[in-house]
Nanobody, 119 residues
Framework: VQLQASGGGLVQAGASLRLSCAAS????????MGWFRQAPGKEREFVAY????????YYADSVKGRFTISRDNAKNAVYLQMNNLKPEDTAVYYC?????????????WGQGTLVTVSS
């Protein structure tokens, strides 16, 4: 599966953004999908994942209650709704096929999208 993330931008603290991840491939709906992020000078970290059916989700503590992951298997797409953004959310965001919380659990990384949150 090939992935392409979009929707990033420059926003002020407290604002919202919705990231999208478009996937190619007929087997998209068989996989758990995740969002990860990498801030400047830091290691890539887990943000959220969603099961193949969309019935299960899991979030990093740092984004719980502010971010919502969803998917539309009919459109081969995964989304990340980000509310109440904070400067510490600044990072390049990546979608990926994953089996767990670690970046090492993910593959088929898409091109990331940059989110910058100003204070």
């Amino acid at each position: 599966v090939q992935l392409q993330a979009s929707g990033g931008g420059l926003v002020q603290a407290g604002a919202s953004l919705r990231l999208s991840c478009a996937a190619s491939g007929r087997t998209f709906n068989r996989y758990m999908m995740g969002w990860f992020r990498q801030a400047p000078g830091k290691e890539r970290e887990f943000v959220a994942y969603i099961t193949w059916s969309g019935g299960g989700t899991y979030y990093a503590d740092s984004v719980k209650g502010r971010f919502t992951i969803s998917r539309d298997n009919a459109k081969n797409a995964v989304y990340l709704q980000m509310n109440n953004l904070k400067p510490e959310d600044t990072a390049v965001y990546y979608c990926a096929r994953t089996i767990g919380l670690r970046p090492a659990d993910a593959n088929s990384w898409g091109q990331g999208t940059l989110v910058t949150v100003s204070s």
